[in-house]
């Protein structure tokens, strides 16, 4: 009896200093990084299937000629992006927040052109939508303003 006690406490043990194989939620910062590098990776794959399955059905996009509301209406605007065989400009995310709630979170970042220049910076909204995917909400370019160079 006193041998099983003995195998019973050691075995407790050597389960207790193994460390455990469950794996911790995901981060919701990251998850939404990941959304964000894969949409843009849709643009560099020439891939608009893959550009609009990242936009929530109700997104507004902020453009030059105003608000393009619906999914429908963003991705037929941003198809002319996707035309021809080089992408025209390209974004990744250097700024990400996510709410305590994890429902909801930004990116924002550099949006380069072909030669890698910045042309624009680019913020997005994301939601975390019902089936678990996490969609851009709303989207937003601003013309990006170098630093003046220092005067001697």
């Known amino acids: 009896m006193r041998r099983i006690l003995v195998l019973a406490i050691l075995t407790g043990m050597t389960m207790a200093a193994v460390p455990s194989t469950a794996s911790k939620a995901p981060d919701p910062a990251d998850q939404v990084r990941e959304a964000e590098r894969a949409f843009a ?3 560099a794959d020439r891939d608009l299937d893959a550009f609009a399955a990242s936009v929530a059905d109700e997104a507004i996009f902020f453009g030059g000629k105003g608000p393009l509301r619906g999914k429908k209406t963003v991705v037929a605007a941003w198809a002319r992006f996707f035309e ?3 992408a025209p400009f390209s974004w990744e995310p250097e700024t990400v927040a996510v709410l ?4 909801l979170g930004l990116t924002s970042g550099p949006v380069r052109d072909p030669d890698g220049k910045q042309i624009a910076i680019f913020q997005s909204i994301w939601r975390l ?3 678990g995917v996490w969609r851009v909400v709303f989207d937003r370019g601003c013309d990006y303003c170098p630093p003046a160079e220092a005067k001697p």
């Not at 305590?100 to 429902?103: A, E, K, L, Q, Y």
């Open 84 to 86: 021809g065989p080089d």
């Open 100 to 103: 305590d709630s994890g429902t």
């Open 129 to 131: 939508e019902a089936d």
């Open 41 to 43: 990776k849709s643009m």
